[in-house]
C-alpha cells in the first residue's frame, strides 16, 4: 500500500497570492510536493507574442519566497509549470531571475532544472509539410506564412519533462508552457500512483482554491493521493470542497468535461465520483488516463499591428438615440480622409450599448442615459494609429447630426491627452495539435543555484 | 410551472475555453431540476440561439455533466480572444441572455 501523497497548490497563478496562514497551516502538513500554475492563455495573445508577464513581478516574487524558502528547508520539491504566465523564453528567464533574487536574499542553496518549451520554426514547418499539423476547433489551418510571422511559438509539455528533471534530482522545476495539470501530476506519476488520478487531481489543484467554494484564486488547496483517489481540502476556515463546487470546477473552460484531452492522452471522467467525507474534503474517485497518439499543443502569436485608444463619454440624449447613425457617417468622413493610412482598422466599443457583447448583444435599443464609448485604431505603424486614432476622435467631437443642438462639442474627454498610444498588438497565430517529432523535445537544463547566483 | 432561470440555477456563466471558443456553463440548484430538464429537453439549440439571436448550427455543442448538475453550451468565438475588434478577451460576460430564460417545471 502506498502512502499518501499529499500535494500542496499555493494559488492558481503564481503572483496572485495566498494568506500567509494557509500557507503555513499547509506545511505544517508536510505536503510531498508544492506546485504551481504559472500561467494561462486568458490574458489574451499579447503576453506571448510580447513575452511579457501577465502577473506582477512583486507577487510572483511573494509568492515563490513562500514556496521556495520552504520547499528547501524540508526538502520539498517545488514544481513551476508556464513561468512567466505564458512559457516562452522570455517569460522563463523572467522567472527565473525572479529565483535567483529570493536565494541571494534568502541565503539558499539548491539544484533548479529549467525547462524550456520553445519549438523551432523548422520543426514546425517540417511537421506542417508532413501532414502532422491539426487545427484545433474553429482553428484555421495552419500555414508557413503564419509559423513565420510568429514571435514566441511554445509547446504545452506534458508530464515526461518534469519528470526528467525530477529524476535527476531538482530542488525547483522551473517549466515553460505546461498542460495545466503536469506541474502537479508528474512527481506522483514518476513514483507510481496512477495517472488518471493524478491528473485530474492536478486539473483541479492547478486552480487552487477556485474549486472550493466560496471560491478564491488566492488561497491554498491540497490534493491527497493513494492508491484509489484523492482527497481535497482547503486550509482557510472560510472555505470547504464540496462534491459540487469539486465537480463544477471539472467544468471549468472546458469543452467536454467527461474527456479532457491532453499531451500523450484523454482524461476520462466517465465513471467519475466525488464524494462528500466531511470537513470540508471530498473524495475523488474513478478517474481513468487513456493513452493516445502523443501530440502536443502548439500556442503562438504574431503582431498585427500598433493600437491607439481614446475614451469618451456621451450624456446627450438626442445624440444617444441616434447614435448608430451617428457613428456610421463618421467612420465614413474618417474614411474619406485616410490617404495613406487606409490600412488602418477603426472599432467603436459603445458602453451602454453593445460595447460587451457587439453583434452578440440581442438588446437592440439601449434605454441608458449615458453611453461610454472606446474608439480604437489598430494600423501598421503607431504613428498612423495615433493619426487616425486623432481624425476619429475630433470628427466624432465636432459631427453636426441631425437634430443637434449641442454645438459645442459631442464628447465627454475625461483625460488630456485624450489619446493612449497601446503598443504594439498581438493575435493568436497558432492553437495547434503536432504529432510529437520526438520523445526528448524539452530538455531541461539543471543549474546550482547558489546566493552568490548560478554556480554551475 | 414556469420558472426563472434564476429560480432553478446557482451558476450561470460564460467563459473562453481556449482563445477559439466560447463555453456558458449553467449549473442548476440540485439533481432533481437537472435530471427534469435534461429528459424534457428545454435546453436545446434552438433556445440558446434564439437567445444570442443566432441559428441553432451555430450552436455546436451542448453536454450535461451530472456531477455538477450542469449543462455545458460551446460554441465559437465570433472575434478571437484579443484579436482587433475582441470586446471580451476572457468570455466572461457572454452570460446575460441567458439570464431571461423561463422553464417548465
Known sequence: MKPAFKILSPTAILGYGFPEESFRRAIAEKPD??????????PGPYYLGAGKAFTDRTGVKRDLRFMITEGVKHGIPVVIGTAGGSGAAPHLEWCRQIVLEIAAEANLSFKMAVIPTDVSKDVVHAALDAGKIEALEFVPPL????????TNLVAQMGVEPFIAALKAGAQVVLGGRAYDPSCFAALPIMLG?????????????????IAATPGSGSDCAMGILDETGFVL??????RK?????????????????????????VLNLRECKFEDIGNGQVRVTGSRHEHTPYKVKLEGSRPVGFRTVAIAGVRDPIMIKSIEEILQAVRQRVENNLGANADAKVFFHIYGKNGVMGD???????????LGIVIEVVAPTQE???TVCSLTRSTLLH????????????????????????????????????DLPQEDLFPFHMQQVTPQGVTA | MKYGILDIARVVRSKNSGPFELVLDIMFKDHKIFETLRETKQINKELIAAAYRLTPEDIHNIVWFAPAHAVKVVMHRRIVSGAPGDSDVYGAQQHAPLLGLTFEL
Open chain 1, 193 to 209: 500512483y496512477d495517472e488518471g488520478l493524478a491528473l485530474h487531481c492536478g486539473k483541479i489543484l492547478e486552480c487552487a482554491a
Open chain 1, 241 to 265: 470542497f464540496t462534491p459540487e463546487s469539486a465537480a463544477a470546477h471539472t467544468l471549468y473552460e472546458k469543452s467536454d468535461p467527461y474527456m479532457l484531452p491532453g499531451p500523450g492522452g
Open chain 1, 33 to 42: 510536493l508544492i506546485a504551481v500554475d504559472g500561467g494561462s492563455s486568458d
Open chain 1, 143 to 150: 500555414t508557413h506564412e503564419a509559423i513565420d510571422a510568429t
Open chain 1, 384 to 386: 498612423a494609429a495615433d
Open chain 1, 399 to 434: 459631427y453636426g447630426y441631425p437634430g443637434r443642438v449641442a454645438t459645442a462639442g459631442n464628447l465627454a474627454l475625461p483625460f488630456s491627452p485624450s489619446d493612449i498610444r497601446a503598443g504594439v498588438v498581438f493575435e493568436f497565430s497558432v492553437y495547434h495539435l503536432m
Open chain 1, 233 to 238: 481540502k482547503t486550509f482557510s476556515d472560510e
Open chain 1, 360 to 370: 452578440l448583444e440581442p438588446v437592440k435599443q439601449t434605454q441608458t442615459h449615458e
